[in-house]
């Protein structure tokens, strides 16, 4: 996910932000920039890795095939051909950042926070997890709604100097499924290709569109009967729970935006999240033979929750629309996004609902 990564490219040049932005912000960035810092003093060119005989021969065939991945961005997917993803840092902890999400007790629509270059985002990212659920802790006494989640990765897009400041392979996903750390490195490297500093779910709907469109291309060009087995099945559950959450977003909206007063509101809201997760239930026993991946997060679901998921889903199907109306041809197609993205909002969402 973009965003964390590209605050620091202000936040490195700026020693006097307490005058204009309030110390507590000169305190998130300051964390922003040593935890990504940190990040990358871990990191170490791939072959420096692959010569390493303290390397592990599993982690040796991961980086290899990582490479071959970050190759296929670039020939086959005309993805950024730079220093991103060149690189490997093992973090020693499961997340790379923890983001923090709120949405008002009867809403979807995300809490945004602005900052330089990248400008407004539904989400702030901390490296330490307790400062991220600390913050959460402040929106609840708010009275917002928050989700605190784990991020694999993020993107600084593109936008830092120097070779050593490109964002590094991980150990939070190098073990992925061969389809799922295809489908990662190819969601990242979109964040370079276009940016609205305005509009989280179009910068990450059309992430998941290339993730989507390149993740096929390369299992169909490169993966084993193997992984595009292991693809389906992954890709079938994350199919499935998209199209039950799609559903319940809509009728939580449908709520939340009718006339009924607010104290019935929230007897209907809680009425449809008990019938979500009964529905999940079903799902997980019937279709996914006792699944436990989406657990936690169904266990935790609330506004935030299914706030986030449609900054990732929402536009999907206008982008892939898209991406088929240039003739499969990835140059036209993001020539498009970018010249989309310098528009006014309310003039990109309309051009890009026309396609």
């Known amino acids: ?33 040593g935890g990504h810092l940190s990040l990358l003093r871990a990191a170490k060119p791939v072959p420096d890795w692959l010569a390493d005989a303290q390397t592990a021969p599993a982690l040796k065939q991961r980086l290899e095939l ?15 051909d730079n220093a991103s993803y060149r690189r490997y840092a093992d973090l020693k902890r ?3 950042v923890w983001n923090v999400v709120a949405t008002p007790e009867l809403s979807l629509t995300l809490q945004t926070h602005c900052f330089p270059v990248v400008g407004c985002v ?12 600390a913050f959460g802790a402040q929106l609840r006494e708010q009275g917002l709604e928050v989700t605190v989640y784990g991020v694999s990765a993020y993107s600084t897009l593109g936008r830092l100097p120097t070779a050593w400041l490109a964002d590094p392979l991980l150990n939070t996903f190098i073990n992925w499924s061969e389809g799922e750390l295809a489908r990662m490195i190819f969601h990242e490297l979109s964040h370079q290709v276009a940016y609205a500093d305005d509009d989280t779910m179009f910068n990450e709907s059309f992430a998941t569109a290339v993730e989507r469109i390149g993740g096929a291309r390369w ?34 909206t449908e709520v939340y935006t009718g006339p009924l007063p607010d104290a019935d509101k929230r007897i209907a809201k809680a009425t449809l ?9 079903t799902l997980k026993a019937t ?29 999907v199907p206008q982008f892939e629309r898209l991406f088929a109306s240039k003739g ?5 197609f993001y020539a498009e996004v970018r010249r989309l993205a310098a528009l006014p909002k309310d003039q990109r969402r309309a051009a890009l609902n026309q396609e």
């Open 1 to 33: 996910m973009a965003g964390v990564g590209g605050v620091l490219v202000a936040v490195l040049a700026g020693a006097t932000l307490c005058l204009t932005a309030g110390c507590s912000t000169v305190d998130y960035y300051s964390q922003s920039i």
């Open 66 to 80: 990582s490479q071959r991945m970050r190759d296929f961005a670039v020939s086959e997917l005309k993805l950024p």
């Open 94 to 96: 499961g997340s790379a």
């Open 122 to 133: 539904g989400y702030r990212g901390f490296f330490n997890q307790q400062e991220a659920e």
């Open 219 to 252: 299992l169909a060009a490169h993966g084993s009967a193997q992984a595009r087995q292991d693809y389906e099945r992954i890709d079938g559950r994350r199919q499935d729970f998209r199209a039950l959450t799609l559903k319940y977003r809509q009728r939580l």
């Open 273 to 281: 999240m008990s019938e979500f997760r009964a529905e999940f239930e």
């Open 287 to 315: 279709r996914w033979g006792g699944f436990t991946g989406y657990d936690a997060w169904v266990a935790r679901a609330n506004n935030a929750s299914f706030g986030v998921l449609a900054a990732y889903n929402e536009l």
């Open 328 to 332: 499969g041809d990835f140059d036209r």
